[in-house]
């Protein structure tokens, strides 16, 4: 059992994905609160906003390790979601700051369950793959 | 969170305190929503707080202004409600005297007004439905056995919700002015009705099996027909068949002697003997009584002891129609010295190109509500009046009225006959050639059950919805592929309207809703919420009625009686004192706009409206103008003239002193007036190419922070400098729209829509006047507008030098100066459990899920919202929308305009079909077409909209059995539906092409979102009339005045013959179409020429000529002209003319090089239908 790069990659994921979890799980109360009329559209966005790029780089970050380290199961996973992250962000709405969600077209019903699915989805992709590279960790540090 | 939003946080006076400091959810307003069972809203208003703090200076004047909010005490003052200063003469309560609305002022107990009896219905329900109850519990006595005859294999019979046509009453009284014998002037089917409230004999035929209590009935309901008719006066009869108002309601008749026979079968004997043959006048005091009730045109809502109406309202009479046999045997003989009279009034002559419109005025002025007949008046606006046919000439392909008959043979006569009388008739398309009706086209009116059929019902023009039957699920919903939204134009101007001061307004506990005409009182002490359906007290006060000066019928309030109201809000819809009414003008002078001359015109124009601005003594000023530097003026009155300073670092914005630079309108006019004379001379030299727009909206942003207000921009050019600056990125080959970028829709930055969110917060809303002459890049800066609740004036090419874009600046600046303005206002729209709005259109920033935040509101600003189903809404009757507008007015009162609309669920297909409002959908699908425009693209879009026919058609040929594979059979609630899509895809936003610079497409697609549905539909489908026989046409009186009424043609060449005058109206502009083969008396009476090549080209007023075609033609222009806000200037256009394509682009029913005709986007319609 020795410490190799692999299971380095996967304690940084798991480290990584507990965060995003977090985020994730803001991002579904934040859209909650937007729809029960607690908070300003304008407010939350501002809020919402600036945790987008993080949690995309976060992302893309410990996928770059388990590129370097040859995980390629855990790669091909994350791939769709790192895609999708892409995608969005090429076709975010106009704006000067960073971010993804416009205050005058996110109180669009439309919008809003969407975001809310999106933040509902990716919180369990986060949990189940947090499982995941909990294994995976264990299954390097034993494996070697 | 009611419309208005504010929650109360300081004591009222002129030291606001801030009730919070964040944006929504402050703490107490969150706190409160926890312990307290209604839902609080979040503070809207705190944006301003902490600006208020600061601001508290402004409001010195503040107090002083209470004094005319004590002047009417208690409640109910009537004013007059229109963009003029407000008139403040004291009224007696609930009285108004000021307008034609019947329904007031009959309401306010005039009765004499009325000296005939409510009629009484007869309700025929067709075969194989089940019948509904019915009102008229004061008539039960009357009835008789007679109707035993007819029809009680018709038993069982559900009635739909077909209310007495309480619209035609405002007619009624009309002919009583002019005529007191009342028959007479059977003009339209309006009128038609009203002879049912005239009619002295009063027949109530009532089905023994069928006087059920109503709720028993009610829960029968099964699908099917519901047919309830008013009697329609035997003296009209035998005259039915010719006039056009009957050619309306039956349209396409098969054969003209059915339908006659089948008409008489209506007409039953008298059954209260004391009543036959009795002259109206006469009438025995018991019978008139219940015309003191207020709108009612069947029995009234409540009881004599007051008690609430319809939980204990006996059941009612019906009637089964007979088979038709012939019909004569039932036919009353009429009394004879009015047949004359109404023979002249309903014939028109019939000389004319296209039937004598059935003449109903309109618009002019504003129909009140109760003109849309809750009844089956047209939906048939597609059903072809059987004359027309013979008149229009030319329509080769047109089936003669015994085809269709063939067609529809599976019907019998007399169902096909009901159909087209309860607006269920249908068209085939592509036979029919006329789907437009000769007048203009009305809203279909909704049905409600009949306990609710003497509220007054908001009018179409403020509000409707896109299906007058709300489909009971989603699916049903999804089945007929239509769009459920509703279009609201909430701060319209109005000639009547109630307006109410109390302490307490009466609202639902739980879902805030104010106390509407739809409400249901459980006892005198308790009332439900239409919306929520919770059980409310209803205050003490609120059962006095002041008008009798009695406790116990609230019925009787206004409140209840109207379903648009206004309330006089007390201070605890006020988070700081109301702001005074603030306006900034920033003005271009920059090389471009010198060059184009507004300036002078501009100015001049303000300094003639500078006392009508609308405001009180605390009404401010300032003046910005900008050209690379930004200049502000400072006028101080102790100067002796203003006083510019010019700032020149405008990469961040300062305002460079304090005071004097927004200052108090009336102690400064001096000043003001000053320096609008100077302006224009100051900059007639200008050679500074810049413009710092952006810069120039921060320091206006930046005056107004404070107060809020409303800022005007002027701009000419390009954002070319300091932030905001944009780059020309218009290419024009992209011009045609086919390759148009959908980034170009878009804008370039977000720095406009961010200025827009600051200026939301702090309540100042932006309206632009572009007068470009290039690319200005609309969509980007229109963002500044669109977020803030602003309008946007474009003027495309203008020039000072041209006379006809200097009068329609003229002509809207100064509607634009001097209309109603709502400051720091909030809406919000509520709906019945089960229902959410999805998306909203129109230009405000969405504030929360039902809440929009409008920094200013004004007169001509429509919204749109498209409302989701989420759950069934099988177990209720009707659904509410209820949407409130709070806002400041002008004159520093906080007032909350509410409207309430109540619509009846449908269960099934053909129901939410028959009954869409295809005006209505047209203006929802153009809004929603345009958010597809910016999301997807323009391709998109036109395919959405060809889509939307073809969805339509095919879920109604699910309806239909028995269609031949050759028809496209349509609904006629929907026959035109085809034809304004086509005008949709022909129209500057969406066309392809045909070029069309981008700023133009984007100003026409903020307009699709922003323009109320009647100018919206007259934008895409302008009206077109033919004038040249002016002498023949029908006269109509309107007001005082008589105007002509010519028949509505459709917008294709072959209806344009070079011997005629033709008159477009879009809106905007009037065009008039001279023919080049017009007779010299034509050329003589209207244009006091000899002959058509002596008319100046280049004409823009009629002459004003002594003869009397030409007074006639004047008359009808004023009369269009006046209906709109701004007037629409006049255009004079020989048809060998340089600016022929200003009207041939507009016939939006011929092929063009890019577009195709009516019929082959018919055939195209076909081939997607399944």
């Known amino acids: 059992m020795a410490f190799v790069f692999p299971a380095f990659a996967y304690i940084v994921a798991l480290i990584s994905d507990a965060v995003l979890i977090f985020f994730s799980i803001f991002h579904v109360i934040a859209f909650d609160e937007l729809k029960t009329d607690y908070k300003n559209p304008i407010d939350q966005c501002n809020s919402l906003n600036p945790l987008v790029l993080p949690e995309y780089i976060l992302h893309i970050f410990f996928n770059l390790l388990f590129l370097l380290s040859g995980q390629w199961l855990s790669l091909c996973l994350n791939v769709p979601l790192i895609a999708y992250h892409i995608n969005r962000y090429r076709t975010r709405p106009v704006m000067s700051g960073p971010g993804l969600y416009d205050p005058t077209s996110i109180m669009n019903a439309d919008v809003l369950t969407t975001c809310q699915r999106e933040g509902w989805v990716k919180l369990a992709f986060y949990l189940l793959s947090f499982f995941y590279y909990l294994y995976g960790m264990i299954h390097s540090l034993i494996s070697t | ?1170």
């Open chain 2, 1 to 1170: 969170m009611n419309g208005q939003s504010c929650t109360y946080s300081d004591s009222g006076n002129g030291t606001p305190t801030p009730s919070s400091t964040s944006y929504p959810a402050s703490l107490s307003s969150q706190s409160s929503r926890d312990t307290s069972p209604s839902r609080l809203q979040p503070n809207l208003n705190h944006i301003n707080s902490e600006k208020s703090l600061n601001s508290s200076g402004n409001y010195m004047n503040y107090k002083s202004h209470d004094t005319y909010t004590n002047a009417n005490s208690v409640y109910g003052q009537i004013y007059p409600d229109s963009s003029a200063p407000t008139n403040r003469a004291t009224v007696p309560p609930y009285i108004s005297d000021t307008s034609n609305d019947i329904n007031q002022s009959q309401r306010l107990g005039q009765p004499q007004l009325r000296p005939f009896t409510t009629s009484s219905q007869i309700i025929s329900s067709l075969g194989s439905t089940v019948s509904k109850p019915v009102y008229s519990s004061s008539h039960l006595n009357q009835i008789t056995n007679d109707q035993k005859q007819f029809g009680n294999q018709y038993s069982t019979q559900k009635l739909d919700s077909v209310m007495q046509p309480k619209a035609s009453e405002s007619n009624l009284v009309k002919n009583h002015e002019t005529m007191p014998t009342s028959n007479l002037a059977i003009s339209d089917y309006y009128q038609g009705y009203t002879q049912t409230m005239n009619n002295p004999y009063r027949q109530e035929n009532v089905l023994p099996n069928q006087t059920m209590k109503p709720e028993q009935q009610y829960h029968a309901q099964t699908q099917g027909y519901q047919v309830q008719k008013p009697l329609i006066s035997p003296t009209s009869n035998p005259y039915m068949n010719s006039v056009p108002q009957d050619s309306q309601s039956y349209p396409q008749s098969p054969a003209e002697a059915p339908r006659s026979t089948y008409q008489q079968g209506y007409y039953q004997p008298p059954t209260s003997s004391v009543m036959s043959g009795r002259p109206q006048m006469n009438l025995p005091m018991t019978q008139s009584r219940s015309l003191d009730e207020p709108i009612s045109s069947g029995p009234p809502r409540t009881n004599v002891l007051g008690i609430i109406p319809y939980a204990t309202e006996p059941a009612t009479s019906q009637v089964a129609r007979p088979k038709l046999p012939d019909g004569g045997g039932y036919y009353q003989p009429m009394q004879p010295q009015q047949q004359p009279q109404q023979i002249q009034q309903q014939q028109p002559p019939r000389v004319a190109p296209r039937p004598p419109a059935p003449i109903k005025p309109r618009g002019y002025p504003p129909p009140p509500y109760q003109q849309y007949p809750s009844y089956s008046q047209p939906q048939n606006n597609a059903g072809l009046p059987p004359y027309s046919q013979t008149m229009s000439g030319g329509y080769a392909g047109y089936p003669s009225g015994d085809e269709l008959a063939n067609q529809m043979s599976h019907l019998s006569v007399s169902q096909l006959g009901f159909n087209k009388l309860w607006g269920r008739d249908t068209v085939d398309l592509m036979k029919c050639r006329d789907v437009l009706p000769p007048t203009r086209v009305e809203a279909p009116p909704i049905r409600l059950s009949q306990e609710y059929y003497d509220s007054t019902k908001v009018s179409p023009e403020i509000f409707r919805c896109t299906l007058t039957k709300i489909p009971e699920t989603k699916s049903l919903l999804d089945k007929s592929r239509l769009p459920l939204g509703v279009l609201i134009h909430p701060f319209k101007d109005l000639n009547q309207l109630s307006v109410i001061q109390c302490t307490v307004i009466v609202r639902c506990r739980a879902c805030r809703t104010y106390i509407n005409p739809f409400v249901f009182f459980v006892d005198s002490k308790h009332w439900k919420c239409n919306l929520c359906f919770r059980v409310n007290d209803l205050p003490e006060e609120f059962q006095y009625d002041p008008l009798t000066k009695t406790y116990g019928d609230p019925t009787r309030r206004p409140e209840i009686k109207s379903a648009t109201i206004e309330f006089i809000a007390p201070s605890e819809y006020m988070v700081r004192p109301p702001q005074p009414a603030a306006y900034v003008f920033v003005l271009d002078v920059s090389r471009l706009a010198i060059d184009s001359g507004y300036l002078r015109i501009f100015c001049d124009c303000l300094l003639s409206q500078l006392e009508a601005l609308p405001g009180d003594s605390r009404t401010a000023v300032a003046f910005i103008t900008y050209d690379s530097a930004v200049h502000y003026y400072s006028l101080a009155d102790t100067q002796a003239q203003p006083h510019q300073m010019v700032v020149v670092d405008i990469d961040d914005m300062f305002v460079p002193c304090p005071e004097n630079l927004l200052v108090n309108l009336s102690e400064c006019l001096g000043l003001v007036r000053d320096l609008l004379r100077e302006l224009p001379n100051k900059y007639r030299e200008s050679y500074d190419t810049g413009t710092a727009v952006g810069p120039a909206l921060q320091a206006a942003y930046k005056l107004l922070a404070a107060t809020g207000g409303r800022v005007t921009l002027v701009t000419s050019c390009l954002a070319n400098s300091g932030p905001g600056k944009l780059p020309s990125r218009e290419d024009p080959n992209q011009r045609s729209g086919e390759g148009l970028n959908q980034s170009h829709l878009n804008p370039v930055t977000d720095f406009y829509k961010k200025l827009a969110l600051d200026c939301s917060g702090q309540q100042i809303a932006v309206d632009l006047f572009v007068l470009n002459s290039q690319f200005v890049d609309l969509a980007s800066l229109t963002g500044v507008s669109r977020f803030s609740g602003g309008c946007i004036h474009h003027f495309p090419l203008f020039s000072a030098k041209n006379p006809h874009h200097v009068e329609s600046f003229q002509r809207s600046l100064q509607r634009y100066l001097c209309r109603k303005i709502g400051f720091e206002s909030v809406m919000r729209l509520r709906c019945t459990r089960g229902l959410s709005i999805h998306t909203f259109h129109g230009n405000f920033f969405v504030r929360s899920t039902d809440l929009l935040s409008l920094p200013n509101v004004n007169p001509d600003a429509g919204f749109g919202m498209q409302v989701s189903i989420d759950e069934n809404l099988t177990d209720i009757q009707t659904v509410c929308f209820q949407a409130a507008l709070l806002y400041t007015s002008s004159k520093g009162e906080r007032r909350i305009r509410v409207h309430t609309l109540c619509l009846p669920i449908a269960s099934n297909l053909s129901d939410v079909l028959h009954g869409a409002d295809q005006q209505c959908i047209v203006g929802l699908l153009a809004k929603m077409a345009v958010d597809r425009c910016h999301q997807s693209s323009l391709s998109d879009a036109r395919e959405a909209f060809v889509n939307v026919v073809a969805d339509m058609l095919s879920a109604f040929r699910i309806t239909q059995s028995g269609v031949s594979p050759t028809s496209l059979i349509a609904p006629t609630s929907l026959s035109l539906l085809p034809l304004y899509v086509l005008a949709l895809l022909k129209y500057i936003a969406f066309r392809v092409g045909q070029s069309t610079r981008l700023d133009d497409r984007v100003f026409a697609m903020c307009q699709m979102k922003s323009l109320p549905p009647s100018q919206l539909i007259q934008a895409i489908y302008p009206d077109l009339y033919p004038i040249f026989n002016i002498n023949e046409l029908p006269l109509v009186t309107i007001g005082e005045d008589q105007v002509v009424q010519p028949p509505l043609l459709h917008l294709s060449a072959e209806r344009i013959d070079s011997t005629g005058v033709y008159l477009m109206d879009d809106g905007t502009t009037i065009i008039i179409y001279v023919g080049h083969n017009i007779s010299p008396s034509i050329a003589v009476s209207f244009f006091g020429v000899p002959s058509f090549s002596a008319i100046n080209s280049n004409m823009f007023e009629l002459p004003e000529l002594n003869t009397p075609e030409s007074k006639k033609l004047r008359g009808f222009i004023s009369y269009l002209q006046n209906e709109k806000p701004v007037a629409p200037t006049v255009l004079i256009i020989r048809d060998d003319s340089q600016q022929r394509h200003l009207f041939v682009e507009k016939l939006i029913e011929d092929k063009t090089e890019s577009g195709h005709s009516y019929y082959e986007f018919l055939q195209r319609v076909k081939v997607l239908v399944k």
